[in-house]
């Protein structure tokens, strides 16, 4: 796989060069408080495999291990490491990728977390942009 992506405000570019270890959508309540989101994907890679291209994403410890890596003037998270439980990995927010189309996630994980009413989303009325006012 061969990707680029980046935060929103285009301060941190990443590429990728390499092929995932794995891809999944997240539902642990760590992934959804950090990411204000109901589910995060993760794009994991071998650290070999991803190079920071623009900027210097700061650094938070999420946990005595984990660490999460994402843009100090927009906000976005762009990555997570822990050197313990994955060591050599790097996971990348797969919604990051410029192209999130290329990499679709085949699992999710952590569903022992997922807040009740995502189990249902899939069923939910779907509009192309906003549902009609009124």
Same mark, same amino acid.
């Given at each position: 796989m061969k990707a680029t992506g980046g935060c929103h405000c285009g301060a941190i570019r990443y590429e990728i060069e390499g092929d995932p270890v794995?891809?999944?959508?997240?539902?642990c309540g760590d992934c959804r408080k950090h990411a204000g989101a109901p589910v995060v994907g993760w794009l994991l =890679?071998?650290?070999a495999a991803m190079r920071v291209t623009k900027g210097a994403p700061t650094e938070y410890a999420s946990s005595e291990n984990g660490r999460r890596y994402f843009c100090g003037a927009c906000g976005t998270g762009v990555f997570y490491r822990n050197a313990v439980t994955l060591a050599g990995i790097v996971d990348v927010q797969s919604?990051? =990728?410029d192209d999130p189309d290329a990499a679709p996630a085949p699992a999710h994980i952590q569903t022992a977390e997922?807040?009740?009413w995502m189990k249902g989303a899939d069923a939910l009325p779907a509009f192309d942009r906003y549902p009609p006012i009124g």
């Amino acid at each position: 796989m061969k990707a680029t992506g980046g935060c929103h405000c285009g301060a941190i570019r990443y590429e990728i060069e390499g092929d995932p270890v794995a891809h999944a959508l997240c539902h642990c309540g760590d992934c959804r408080k950090h990411a204000g989101a109901p589910v995060v994907g993760w794009l994991l =890679l071998s650290e070999a495999a991803m190079r920071v291209t623009k900027g210097a994403p700061t650094e938070y410890a999420s946990s005595e291990n984990g660490r999460r890596y994402f843009c100090g003037a927009c906000g976005t998270g762009v990555f997570y490491r822990n050197a313990v439980t994955l060591a050599g990995i790097v996971d990348v927010q797969s919604a990051t =990728l410029d192209d999130p189309d290329a990499a679709p996630a085949p699992a999710h994980i952590q569903t022992a977390e997922r807040i009740s009413w995502m189990k249902g989303a899939d069923a939910l009325p779907a509009f192309d942009r906003y549902p009609p006012i009124g």
